[in-house]
């Protein structure tokens, strides 16, 4: 039994010696650690930081009213290369070369091999990632793909491809100011909406942030090969609908274009809205960019959009005035005044043409836009009448379009104005307004009232389903005079149109209705004005009787081919084209009683007398040509006076433009109709040769067949992405490329 002690005791002292050797070792070894190689282990844990930062979802995409994709995030990709790989401890036995590398990696990145190098050529052991500069960002992924192949090859294990998102256009600069751009904020270096729909609905398409953990190095690269940890998923962003129309957005852009090759102005705007609901139908501005390139942009086309900037009107302003003198009942348009000059304040105001145009009427006056004319309605209204109707249009404060950077009106304080101001304010100088602002304000003109705060967008959607989970509804912000006043003014100023000699901008069929403007811009200096620089500009709508469409065209300081610089020579003839290609897509019913030619008398101030036209034309019903036969369509055309165009080989007519809804059209128009081939009844059409065709040409072809367009670039079809003769499902889109004939 005591030798069983005495071993117990043995063993245990054993023990304890040998707990205390380990414990002494194991302090000894925390003591090396934390003193001895403190420094090194504090440089090596500064290579593996842990870090984490917040995460999105997929941003929205921005469509058209018409379901048109024009912006949305694709998948790229970040290339970068682990250093480390060639340094011998990592290196294969074959061994990894920066400059095998650099040779793979240029004709990827459409970078040169010394490019490359530069940034891999590495001798820092601190350093294990880099990144590849701008060229390595946001890479495609046939790029990543090819990285991928080479590593099944057990090849270039060292560089890495990191998904990101990338925002793309696919309409290149169409809409660019509103749509905007996305990118990143300098300010905090995160990627985020930074103009246009991108900036204001940035909250809506970003969604809500999740939460991620991933490892970089000392210099914030992410360390390859190590897996990002997601500790909360994202939310998706929801999708934004416009009220834009692609295909008039399109108009809009052609129309600019044009105004640019032929006028080389400062800048040009176009817009066309919807004046019964505020909504804007198309928006455009010169100079302009690619919302995909916008960081190589220039300046002023990126941030100014010239719609949303004041400036002096001119004319287009003396519709307002002439509203408030009717609705307070100071004005009979058959009154008579001596026109020519007047003066005001010792200051003398003149007609535009210097001598005017005689004894006339107040309603020549609007149609001869006499500067003396409205310094004496202006008058007759006085100033506290004229500011409160200019008020009640809106011109007092921003129209809140949603869209970024709109300025305000710049107007006279009514208390403390001179009878001069009060004179140049009623013919359209010395006051600013944006043509935003005269936008909306016509509006009222247009649907007997109500001034609607312009919007660009019509809803937000459920990215995955599609619902709509908003929908942004036309608000009325001011509410002007009454229904028959502005009966009174749409009459006058569609005879306004109907009386300008030239006719540039009357569309026979339509009742159009408008006023031109030819401004003088301030000098630089801001003491007068500019004898040889204008402002030139039109506002429009049609029918009159009826808006369907209102447009604004703003053309600032032409530079070539304007010798005589007015808003009727320059603006209104883009008007007419835009508002004629806008109505005939939207199918608005031409009116068969607009079949004549008004014929100004200057004598009386009564509405202008109607002479026959030149060439008179006769209008017939289009008829129903949906079933019948190519030999029954063909009659039945010649029947009432209309040609046919024959599109597709099928045995009956399964679809026309114009179709019997679109009511009577000019004798001898032409009626496309789609002659479709068994396979019809399925819900298919045939896919017509397109090649050749303009722009407006191709909508109606398509328009007919149920399919809807989705074009880039402007002129005529040169590729056409659905192949001639495939059978496509109704309502399918075709992209088309167009090109400026040759």
Request: charged share 25%; with cysteine.
């Amino acid at each position: 039994m005591k030798e069983q002690e005495r071993t117990f005791r043995k063993r245990s002292k054993l023990l304890r010696f040998g707990l205390l050797v380990g414990m002494s070792s194991l302090v000894l070894r925390l003591f090396y650690v934390q003193v001895a190689e403190a420094n090194s282990l504090s440089e090596k844990a500064q290579d593996w930081i842990k870090t984490e930062k917040d995460i999105v979802g997929t941003r929205g995409a921005i469509f058209d009213r018409n379901g048109q994709k024009l912006a949305f995030t694709g998948v790229a990709y970040d290339i970068n290369v682990d250093v480390s790989f060639f340094r011998k401890d990592k290196a294969k036995e074959k061994g990894d070369t920066p400059e095998e590398y650099a040779k793979f990696l240029a004709p990827l990145l459409g970078m040169t091999e010394s490019d490359v190098l530069g940034y891999i050529n590495l001798t820092d052991p601190k350093i294990q990632g880099v990144g590849l500069g701008p060229k390595g960002k946001k890479v495609d992924s046939s790029i990543a793909d090819k990285i991928e192949a080479a590593h099944k090859d057990k090849k270039f294990l060292g560089i890495t491809a990191n998904r990101t998102d990338i925002r793309r256009y696919p309409s290149g600069s169409l809409a660019a100011h509103v749509l905007g751009f996305y990118g990143m904020n300098p300010a905090d270096g995160k990627d985020t909406g930074l103009a246009g729909v991108e900036s204001v609905y940035d909250k809506e398409l970003t969604g809500d942030p999740g939460h991620m953990e991933y490892f970089t190095d000392r210099d914030g690269y992410p360390l390859p090969n190590y897996e990002p940890k997601v500790t909360k998923q994202p939310t998706d962003g929801k999708d934004v609908v416009l009220t834009i129309d692609e295909t008039i957005q399109h108009f809009v852009e052609d129309e600019l274009d044009n105004i640019v090759n032929k006028y080389a102005p400062k800048h040009a705007t176009i817009i066309v809205a919807d004046p019964n609901n505020g909504e804007i139908l198309a928006l455009g501005n010169r100079p302009t960019f690619k919302p995909a390139e916008y960081a190589s942009a220039d300046k002023e086309a990126l941030w100014n959009d010239f719609a949303l900037r004041s400036f002096e009107p001119g004319s287009t302003f003396k519709t307002f005035v002439l509203t408030g003198a009717l609705a307070e009942n100071k004005l009979d348009l058959s009154e008579k005044f001596q026109s020519g000059s007047i003066t005001v304040d010792g200051m003398t105001v003149r007609d535009w043409n210097g001598v005017g145009f005689g004894d006339i009427s107040y309603r020549e006056a609007v149609y001869n836009s006499s500067n003396v004319g409205f310094v004496k309605i202006g008058q007759k209204l006085g100033k506290d009448d004229l500011f409160k109707y200019l008020y009640d249009f809106g011109f007092n404060k921003p129209t809140g379009i949603d869209l970024p950077g709109e300025e305000n009106a710049s107007l006279f304080d009514p208390k403390k104005m001179s009878d001069i101001d009060l004179a140049s304010t009623s013919f359209g100088q010395g006051v600013s307004v944006t043509p935003m602002q005269q936008i909306a304000a016509m509006m009222a003109v247009c649907n007997g009232g109500k001034v609607y705060q312009p919007h660009v967008v019509k809803e937000l959607r459920d990215q995955k389903t599609g619902a709509t989970v908003e929908e942004i509804k036309p608000k009325v912000t001011h509410e002007v005079a009454n229904p028959e006043v502005f009966q009174t003014v749409r009459q006058v100023l569609e005879e306004t149109v109907l009386a300008d000699a030239n006719k540039t901008d009357y569309i026979r069929g339509y009742h159009v209705a408008g006023k031109t403007g030819t401004a003088q811009v301030p000098k630089e200096n801001g003491v007068g004005y500019d004898d040889d620089h204008y402002r030139l500009s039109f506002t429009g709508f049609a029918p009159a009787n009826n808006p369907r469409l209102l447009i604004y065209v703003d053309v600032d300081q032409p530079s070539r081919n304007a010798p005589l610089q007015f808003g009727s020579i320059e603006a209104a003839p883009s008007g007419k084209v835009v508002l004629e290609e806008a109505l005939h897509y939207l199918q608005v019913p031409i009116d068969p009683n607009d079949n004549t030619v008004p014929q100004t008398d200057s004598k009386t101030g009564e509405s202008p007398k109607v002479a026959k036209p030149a060439e008179p034309k006769t209008f017939v019903n289009v008829p129903d040509l949906i079933g019948t036969t190519k030999d029954q369509a063909v009659e039945l055309t010649k029947q009432n006076g209309l040609k046919i165009q024959e599109v597709g080989d099928g045995p009956k007519a399964t679809g026309q433009w114009p179709d019997v809804t679109y009511g009577q059209v000019p004798a001898g128009t032409e009626v496309k109709v789609y002659f479709g081939p068994e396979g019809t009844k399925d819900g298919k059409v045939k896919m017509p040769d397109l090649r050749g065709l303009s722009m407006r040409e191709a909508m109606e072809t398509l328009s007919l067949l149920q399919l809807q367009m989705e074009p880039n670039g402007s002129g005529y079809v040169i590729k056409q992405g659905v192949a001639p003769g495939t059978m496509v499902p109704f309502g399918s889109s075709v992209k088309l490329d167009f090109a400026p004939q040759s």
